[in-house]
T-cell receptor, first 113, second 112 residues
């Protein structure tokens, strides 16, 4: 089954404790992206990757890091989480050359206390 | 920059009522337009899309037409069902970064 998976689905952590949210897709997509969803703001892009070893900032990259060492994986790293990073996070992927519709993972709900 | 404006929610309808959710956009160039749906506790699913002016996207009884002259992509359905209750997001894709710009979402509740 074609899918985007994320782990963990739920995470409660404390300020400053480094964490990683994993994302994996099995559709051989070149493009992968991370979004955060906050009430009243829709989804905003954090980082994206056009292919292995190629990443770039989205609209809200502060406080986040990413890496793309393999085509299927695109982890999101919070090196020193803060309460304003409490949010619902989605990973998405698509083909680079089209069709451009992005497939979304199930989401990771992160709470930073 | 790019932006998407959706009608404010929540929207509550009775089963079999007609649905319209308004969406307008601002973008440079010729973006592709999408409607995504998010059911409770799930990720976003693509509902329909349109890639050029006057295209009509349709799926599961939902329709939206890409109107360049009014920069709009309104979502419509002739007869909603309880199972259509969800949050609906309008989005555009533009630029070499393939970035999706989303509206703030519209919560739809359909009552039996």
């Amino acid at each position: 089954e074609a899918q985007v998976t994320q782990n963990p689905r739920y995470l409660i952590t404390v300020t400053g404790k480094k964490l990683t949210v994993t994302c994996s897709q099995n559709m051989n997509h070149e493009y992968m992206s991370w979004y955060r969803q906050d009430p009243g703001l829709g989804l905003r892009q954090i980082y994206y990757s056009m292919n292995v070893e190629v990443t770039d900032k989205g609209d809200v990259p502060e406080g986040y890091k990413v890496s793309r060492k393999e085509k299927r994986n695109f982890p999101l790293i919070l090196e020193s989480p803060s309460p304003n990073q409490t949010s619902l996070y989605f990973c998405a992927s698509s083909f680079w050359e089209g069709p451009y519709e992005q497939y979304f993972g199930p989401g990771t709900r992160l709470t930073v206390t | 920059g790019n932006s998407v404006t959706q009608m404010e929610g929540p929207v509550t309808l009775s089963e079999e009522a007609f649905l319209t959710i308004n969406c307008t956009y601002t973008a440079t160039g010729y973006p592709s337009l999408f409607w995504y749906v998010q059911y409770p506790g799930e990720g976003l699913q693509l509902l329909l899309k349109a890639t050029k002016a006057d295209d009509k996207g349709s799926n599961k009884g939902f329709e939206a037409t890409y109107r360049k002259e009014t920069t709009s992509f309104h979502l419509e359905k002739g007869s909603v069902q309880v199972s259509d209750s969800a949050v609906y997001f309008c989005a555009l894709l533009s630029g070499s970064a393939r970035q999706l710009t989303f509206g703030s979402g519209t919560q739809l509740t359909v009552l039996p």
